[in-house]
């Protein structure tokens, strides 16, 4: 995919981006509702992203890409629109941006411009995304695209080992093709 909003670039993923990935990963903050903050290794990485590429390639027209501020070209994290590993038959949102790109309106841009995607070009009925109960900063974007709260949950052990039950609490919200076209803004 290479497409622009007024202030992203979206890009396809490659294997450049492996040094950029390992750096937003490995910040505490960025990765607090993800991992607890826990640093992420070194040694294998590079295995990841190789498995990452590969499971994009196979997602035909879905997937996760990377974003980049067009006014100074720097790596602001990624973007998805892919299935949802939780929710079967479902297609999600996401993001995951560098902490200096916060609080500056580029996950609202760039989650809006998913569900442009998703609506206007793939057709979907309806898209979804999730987080954390404690994640107030991703709930507000979820708010301001125009999803709403759909219910809450907890997410399994598996995907967030030694996490109590309390931590996993999470929330699924929604939007579906007309809510999204019946929408202002």
């Known amino acids: 995919m290479n497409c622009k909003t007024d202030r992203l670039h979206f890009r396809d993923f490659d294997f450049s981006y492996t040094d950029e990935l390992f750096a937003m990963d490995n910040d505490p903050d960025v990765m607090n509702f993800i991992n607890g903050g826990l640093p992420v290794a070194r040694i294998g990485f590079e295995d990841i992203v190789r498995t990452l590429l590969e499971k994009l390639s196979r997602l035909d027209g879905y997937g996760a890409w990377p974003a980049h501020e067009i006014e100074s070209g720097e790596f602001i994290g990624w973007f998805c629109l892919q299935p949802d590993r939780h ?7 996401g993001y995951r ?23 206007k070009e793939r057709g979907l009925e309806k898209i979804i995304a999730h987080t954390l109960a404690g994640n107030i900063r991703s709930q507000r974007v979820m708010k301001k695209i125009g999803m709403t709260l759909e219910k809450s949950f907890v997410y399994n052990e598996s995907t967030l080992p030694k996490w109590s039950e309390e931590r996993r609490r999470a929330l699924k919200f929604s939007i579906s093709a007309e809510q999204y076209v019946g929408r202002k803004g």
């Open 87 to 93: 929710f079967e038959n479902e297609i999600e949102t």
């Open 97 to 119: 941006l560098r902490k200096k790109f916060w609080n500056k309106g580029y996950a609202t841009e760039g989650a809006t411009e998913m569900l442009k995607i998703g609506f």
